[in-house]
């Protein structure tokens, strides 16, 4: 099936692009980031000892969907594909709870202030997703969406 994939080979950097009809792959990532994430080692002068903050801190959540496509690493809508896409589907203008990145489906939230990326939040993110799939123009094949 790599026949029908964009991908990059060796340290080129270069995208090969499908000789057969393209598929393009996305893939989900989530991850928290937390304030005095802190190493137990480190490197310091003789007597001179750091501030070490207590407690975990803030975090901040993000979900977004890499995209395996020459066009852009990082799916993103430019303003006309975005004013488009918002004449069609007006909720993309509504958040869910979720910071959405402007024209992306790049979510982030602050656990315990906004809320977390729960089931719900997560499925509103996909509807994000293929709602603007359609009006990429790179993307300009009929889409079919398949899971694996």
């Not at 906004?114 to 359609?134: A, H, P, V, W």
Request: with cysteine; glycine share 4%.
């Amino acid at each position: 099936r790599q026949d029908h994939f964009y991908f990059i080979v060796n340290d080129s950097l270069e995208w090969i692009k499908p000789i057969e009809k393209p598929y393009i792959l996305i893939f989900h990532d989530e991850s928290t980031f937390r304030s005095n994430e802190q190493s137990h080692s480190r490197w310091m002068k003789r007597d001179q000892y750091p501030f070490i903050s207590k407690g975990k801190g803030k975090s901040l959540m993000v979900s977004d969907f890499l995209v395996a496509h020459c066009s852009c690493p990082f799916f993103y809508l430019n303003e006309d594909e975005w004013e488009k896409a918002i004449e069609k589907y007006p909720s993309l203008l509504e958040s869910h709870g979720i910071k959405y990145e402007e024209r992306t489906f790049t979510g982030s939230v602050v656990p315990g202030q906004d809320g977390y990326f729960d089931n719900k939040s997560i499925l509103n993110q996909f509807e994000r997703l293929f709602q603007m799939l359609e009006f990429k123009k790179e993307f300009n094949f009929p889409i079919k969406n398949e899971f694996e």
